[in-house]
Structure formats: structure tokens, C-alpha cells
């Protein structure tokens, strides 16, 4: 998703896909999102439309797999995003998402929270509201995207008349994330906001339930609740008695009320019933079963609870408070003789003991109590200390946490200890859907336990989110969301950087290894081994892979910033002339900003092979030289004296022969 360069038409303006120029100068707080902020915006082609831009926060997981369903979609209840895609953003001096609008004329439903306004008559709801919005609702539906940002605040008139209700922005937060936990079913409204996951159609519909409430009334169904409050509602009672029965629902509105506010998701009304009961059909939506209530309250807190539901919520808000009741009995009797529930109380019975045994022990009693909690309410969110979320959720929870520099340590304990398992098991059924989670939480735990760069919590992080940009510090402004958009960033990064910082951290590794699995199994390998000049090769192989695979053919910047870095390997080989060889070629190579050739000049095989038999050679001929003159030494004191011997016995037959000689010289002078 390449981004596009600053526009000419504004100083300073963005300019998407070479399109839609953003004016950072013109702000549209009135259009605001709560995770990201509007601008004006043009088409440089002159379309005639009216159109707007939402800049996206940058420490925040976004839905682009929606936005690419969603683009182009014209349909009457909904927003039509014009397009999307990565701009360089003076203003915050990075590159970051922006997605362009149509802007809707008419303002919004709720301009400002626990603001009143125009209810809407009874007459008119099924045309105005009911209508564009059920069929916006079923497009989206067949484009397998569930909006989950279906609330007052983020309904629209589509024109001054305001004759037209459409459903605003949904791409630029994580599912549910904006929404008050009004418009949450209990099992959402539970989890903490950035982990309450996709869901389906039928969550949509709850959430519009409330707003349906909201538009007959004039009022802002979640202005004065807390969100506490909301949830001990909606366990003590339903969510139609604790909302809607104080807010006069016209008679021929309760059915289809009742039927999309069902607290049970298997009984809620799907799209199908609704459009079956505006084209006439008349259902009867099931009232929903209320909880077993005990004979005897459990008191916990001062409060006395009467079902477990409630206990569990009460647990979980006061967390260490709960260990207690549970490790001395209190809840297991609670459970046999007040709800009569000798099963779940079994199983809080073994779950406490295999949760006290060995090194669980010493966990503090944090395993225990979310093993509990599973068992007490098994449709709550998995909850562990402050981490509320759903399976599905867990992914944008790490990530938004990661994004944001906060501590991930619950979600690693999470998968450490295996607590999706257990609330998997905790379901009583099996579905493909609960499979799949199973299978991808024993992927993830797996990669937890290998320690090694490429895996960790960061490989967790992108395997859960396919369209996250990597988090690594060094290219995190760059934005980079395609693999193929990764040294491109190095390159353009690489004169800001130290030269001695390695191109490839923990968090590029892991999100290579996500994003591109071929051939790079071996430069993992050496990635990971203790030498220095191992590692540093490694990371030019793997860079030299995607560069031979994804180009560009030139990485200048790049190219010297690991050149900078070579000098372990050059240092690696033992010839002189070998190393002076190489200091000469890779500043040459370094210049021509080829990865794959500064790796096969660095890894050449014969040229490594000849030089450690060359190396080879030399050791065995300097331990050759070496043992004679070890063996000289040892030998030296005798050869000394026999010397000294031999020579004083030729010194003393030469002085004899000269003797002789004289002798015989003077006689025969004499004679003579």
C-alpha cells in the first residue's frame, strides 16, 4: 500500500493515490471520530462530490480488511468510503492512514453526548431509520463485515432534509471499541473495549435496538449510566426491562424490539427476521429464560448475590478480593446447597486443586480465580486481572497495547497458562469456530515458548493481525503494512539511524518471518547463533532475500548502513589477502546498493573453503616449525659439548702434525 507524495494544490496538503488532496490547514471537528480526526478533502478530478478525511491515530489497530471490503459500496444507510491508503502527514511528521468520505449534509443524529433532540414520529421510523438502515446492514452482511460502530453518535442525515438516516465510519478503531456498553450485548460489554472482538449481524442489530430506543425518544440512551451499572443491569434483568420499558415503545415497535434486544444471542432476531417483520410478517420473539437464582445469597463485598453470573462480575471487579472465598470453600458449598449446582461445583473443586499444584502455586492465585470465573460464567470474556477479552479479540487487544507501550505481560500469562483451553472447555460444545481458536491459541503459545528472534510476543502480534504495520521503533513511522514496503523503509530510515544499531530487531524479524515464510529458514538459524559474524551474515541474507525477491534493485541507504556493520565477517576470514580483497569490493557493492551480491561476496563458498584450507595448511606447517625448534631446543646442551670434545681432539692432532712437521724442516735444514 504505497502512500503518495505531498500535494502541489495546497502547501503542506496530502495527497492520496495522486487523487484526494488533504488540507491539514481545514479541520472538521463536527465530523471527528473518536480515534481519528476529519479534514477536508478534494478530488482533484473535479467528481462534484462533497468528501472528507478521516486521519487515523497511529498507536491504534485499524479494520483495512473492511476498508477494502467497504470501498466503492453505495448503498442508502451507509457512508460511502471513497478510498484509503498510507499519505505522508506533515502535521505529525510520519506517514499515516487516511479515509475519505462522502460528507453527509445533514449533521449528526447526536451531535454531543446526553444532548436531546428530534425524536423521530412512530410514523415515519420504518421509512427514515428502519429501512436504509436494515438494508445497509444486509450489504455489509454479504461483504462478510460486521459494522460494530452502530450507535447515536455515529448516525448521520444524509442530506439537509434529513429524510435519511446513514451509519458513519466503522474502520477506524477496533470492533466495538467507541461504543458505550449501552449498545454492547453483556458478553461485549464485559471485555475491556479494545478486546470485544468482530462478532456478527445479530450484535449489529442489538446495538441498533438501542439506538431505536434513542430515536423515538429524542434522548441519549447512554447519558448518566455508568458502566458498571449498565452491566449489573443487564445481568440482575434484560436488556428490554432494564432500557427499554421506561421509554414507552410504540405497540407495533415492541416486537421487533424485543427481538433484536434478546440478551440470548441464539434467540435474537437475525437481519432475515427483521426484514420479514417490515415487509409484514408478524414473529413472536422468544422471552428470554431469567438466571437460576439461589435459594441462599452469597455475600461477597458486603453484597449478597443470588446467581453466579453476578458473583463472577462482582469476582472479577475486585479481583484479589476473590481468592479467598474461593481457595477456603465458601464458593463450592455456595454452589451445592444455595444454586444446587453440584456439577459446577466439581469442577471448581478439581479446578482449584490442579490450579494449587505445582508452579501454579506460586502464581499468587491468579490462575485459580480465572479458572473460577470461567466456570462460574462461561459466555463472560476470559478475564485475568485487568485483561478482559474475547478470543476473537485477544489480537486487538495485544496489538493496541503493543501499539501503545503498555505492559503485555497479562496476555503473555494468558498463553502461558493455557486459559483459552480452558474456556474453550468451559463452553460444553464443539464448532468449527471453537476449534479454529483452539488450534490458533496452541500456535500462539508456541510461539510464546520460542524465545528466539523471529518469535516472542511481537510474532504473536502479527500472526493475529494481518494488516498491522510493523511495530519495530526503527521504521514504526514509516508505516510499513506490506512486506514488500519494508526495506524500502530501511533504506529511507537509515541516515537518521546509528550505524551501529542492527537493521533487523526482534519486532522486523518476527514480522519477516509472518509475512514472507520462503527461504529464510537458514538465515533464521544464523540469526540466532552465539557468534557476532554469524548473526550479522544472517541478517544480510535474509535482507538479501527480499531484496532478491521484492526488490528495489538499488538500496544505496541502506546498503551502506549494513556495510557499516561488516567488519566481524571480514574479520572472519584468515587470509590477509582475502581481507584486503573484501575491504576493497564492498564499498564497491555498498555503492551499487546490491544486498544479494554484497551477500554472495561476504558467503562465497569456494573463496571461504580455500581460505580455511589455506588456514589449515598454514597451521599444520607452523606446527611443523614449531616442533623442530621445540625439539632443537630440548637437544641443544649435547650437541654443545660433543662439539667442544671433537674439536679439542682435532686441535690436538693438528698441533701434533705441525710438530712433526717443524721437526722435521729443522733437521733437514741442519743436514743440509
Not at 199 to 206: A, C, N
Not at 338 to 353: C, K
Not at 354 to 365: D, I, N, V, Y
Request: proline letters at 5%.
Amino acid at each position: 500500500m504505497a502512500s503518495d507524495q505531498q500535494g502541489s494544490g495546497t502547501a503542506g496538503a496530502a495527497l492520496l493515490k495522486e487523487r484526494y488532496e488533504i488540507d491539514p490547514t481545514q479541520r472538521l471537528p463536527d465530523l471527528d471520530m473518536p480515534q481519528a480526526e476529519a479534514y477536508h478533502c478534494e478530488d482533484r478530478r473535479g467528481s462534484g462530490r462533497s468528501l472528507y478525511a478521516l486521519l487515523c491515530r497511529a498507536d491504534m489497530p485499524l479494520r483495512v480488511g473492511a476498508m477494502r471490503s467497504l470501498k466503492g459500496v453505495q448503498v442508502p444507510g451507509l457512508l460511502t468510503l471513497v478510498e484509503y491508503g498510507i499519505v505522508d502527514w506533515l502535521p505529525g511528521q510520519r506517514r499515516q492512514m487516511a479515509v475519505v468520505y462522502e460528507r453527509p449534509s445533514g449533521g449528526r443524529v447526536l451531535p454531543r453526548p446526553g444532548q436531546r433532540f428530534d425524536a423521530i414520529p412512530e410514523a415515519q421510523f420504518i421509512k427514515r431509520v428502519m429501512k436504509p438502515i436494515i438494508q445497509a446492514l444486509q450489504e455489509m452482511s454479504q461483504r462478510g463485515v460486521v459494522h460494530r460502530a452502530v450507535r447515536l453518535d455515529n448516525l448521520f442525515w444524509h442530506d439537509q432534509t434529513k429524510e435519511r438516516l446513514v451509519l458513519g465510519d466503522c474502520v477506524t478503531a477496533p470492533p466495538g471499541y467507541n461504543n458505550h456498553v449501552v449498545y454492547e450485548p453483556l458478553y461485549f460489554a464485559m471485555a475491556n473495549p479494545e478486546g470485544r472482538g468482530q462478532g456478527y449481524s445479530k450484535d449489529d442489530l442489538y446495538s441498533l435496538g438501542i439506538c431505536f430506543l434513542g430515536l423515538l425518544t429524542g434522548r441519549d440512551p447512554a447519558h448518566g449510566w455508568e458502566d458498571n451499572d449498565v452491566i449489573r443491569a443487564k445481568l440482575a434483568q434484560s436488556t428490554y426491562a432494564s432500557f427499554a420499558s421506561d421509554n414507552r415503545v410504540p405497540l407495533n415497535l415492541i416486537e421487533v424490539m424485543r427481538g433484536v434486544l434478546c440478551d440470548d444471542y441464539k434467540e435474537r432476531w437475525d437481519l432475515e427476521n427483521v426484514d420479514l417483520w417490515m415487509n409484514g410478517r408478524r414473529l413472536s420473539p422468544l422471552q428470554p429464560k431469567p438466571p437460576k437464582r439461589a435459594q441462599r445469597p452469597f455475600k461477597f463485598e458486603g453484597v449478597d448475590y443470588f446467581t453466579c453470573r453476578e458473583l463472577a462480575h462482582a469476582m472479577a471487579s475486585s479481583w484479589d478480593a476473590a481468592l479467598s472465598p474461593i481457595l477456603d470453600g465458601r464458593v463450592e458449598v455456595w454452589l451445592r446447597r444455595g444454586m444446587e449446582d453440584n456439577e459446577t461445583a466439581d469442577a471448581i473443586s478439581v479446578a482449584v486443586r490442579l490450579s494449587q499444584s505445582g508452579s501454579e502455586a506460586k502464581s499468587g492465585g491468579d490462575y485459580t480465580v480465572a479458572r473460577v470465573l470461567i466456570l462460574l460464567d462461561p459466555a463472560a470474556p476470559l478475564r485475568y486481572r485487568e485483561l478482559r477479552v474475547t478470543l476473537d479479540g485477544f489480537g486487538a487487544a495485544l496489538a493496541a497495547v503493543m501499539m501503545q507501550k503498555k505492559q503485555i505481560r497479562l496476555y503473555a500469562e494468558v498463553l502461558a497458562r493455557d486459559l483459552a483451553k480452558n474456556w474453550i472447555d468451559a463452553q460444553g460444545i464443539y464448532s468449527p469456530e471453537l476449534g479454529h481458536f483452539e488450534n490458533q491459541f496452541k500456535d500462539l503459545t508456541a510461539n510464546l515458548q520460542t524465545q528466539m528472534i523471529g518469535w516472542g510476543m511481537e510474532r504473536c502480534v502479527y500472526e493475529l493481525n494481518e494488516h498491522l504495520h510493523c511495530q519495530s521503533p526503527l521504521i514504526e513511522k514509516e508505516y510499513v503494512s506490506e512486506i514488500r514496503e519494508l526495506l524500502p523503509a530501511l533504506d529511507r530510515v537509515s541516515l537518521k539511524i546509528d550505524p551501529k544499531t542492527k537493521p533487523v530487531d526482534r519486532h522486523i524479524a518476527a514480522y519477516i518471518g509472518c509475512k514472507w515464510e520462503r527461504d529464510t529458514k537458514v538465515q533464521f538459524r544464523a540469526l540466532n547463533e552465539n557468534s557476532s559474524d554469524r548473526q550479522i551474515l544472517g541478517m544480510v541474507s535474509l535482507l538479501a532475500v527480499l531484496q532478491w525477491r521484492l526488490g528495489p534493485p538499488a538500496l544505496h541507504g541502506l546498503a551502506g548502513w549494513i556495510g557499516a556493520q561488516l567488519a566481524p565477517i571480514i574479520a572472519g576470514y584468515h587470509g590477509r589477502m582475502r581481507r584486503k580483497e573484501l575491504e576493497k569490493e564492498v564499498p564497491k557493492l555498498v555503492r551499487k546498493g546490491s544486498l544479494p551480491e554484497l551477500y554472495n561476496l561476504l558467503d562465497n563458498q569456494e573463496e571461504r573453503q580455500r581460505d580455511n584450507d589455506g588456514f589449515a595448511w598454514a597451521k599444520a606447517e607452523y606446527a611443523a616449525a614449531d616442533q623442530q625448534c621445540r625439539a632443537l631446543e630440548a637437544g641443544k646442551l649435547v650437541r654443545d659439548e660433543q662439539a667442544e670434545m671433537i674439536g679439542q681432539q682435532a686441535a690436538a692432532v693438528l698441533s701434533v702434525f705441525v710438530a712433526i712437521v717443524t721437526v722435521c724442516i729443522v733437521l733437514f735444514m741442519r743436514i743440509m
